[in-house]
């Protein structure tokens, strides 16, 4: 997959389209849309990595398709089930039982 593709699955994950992941990263509004034929800067991967909750390998491309790592105590964790934003209280309750408590 493109850098390009990798930011649209992974904002789709959260529940975000292209454009509130561009301003969420301090970008344009239609920047991510020119990564259909380029590369983002290092930096820019970064910021874009950050709003998604990914890491700068997982929008290169990774071997399983998800992201390898979520920080669970980040508060701007988005989860979601059947593409739909979770809960709270559904939210608390899934760190709970990952954290095997």
């Known amino acids: ?3 390009y593709e990798n ?4 904002s ?8 509130q992941v561009a301003e969420k990263a301090g ?3 239609n920047m991510l849309y020119q990564y259909k034929n380029m590369n983002p800067k290092v930096e820019t991967l970064d910021k874009i990595a950050k709003v998604l909750n990914v890491t700068k390998e997982d929008l290169l491309g990774s071997e399983n398709g998800k992201p390898k790592h979520i920080d669970l105590a980040d508060d ?11 809960s709270d209280e559904d939210k608390e309750l899934i760190k709970r039982i990952l ?3």
Request: zero cysteines; a positive charge; hydrophobic letters at 35%.
């Open 27 to 29: 970008l344009s509004k």
């Open 12 to 19: 789709k994950m959260r529940g975000l389209n292209l454009q």
């Open 7 to 10: 930011i649209k699955k992974y």
């Open 1 to 3: 997959m493109t850098v």
């Open 76 to 86: 701007d964790l988005f989860m979601t089930y059947q593409g739909k934003p979770l």
């Open 99 to 101: 954290r095997g408590k």
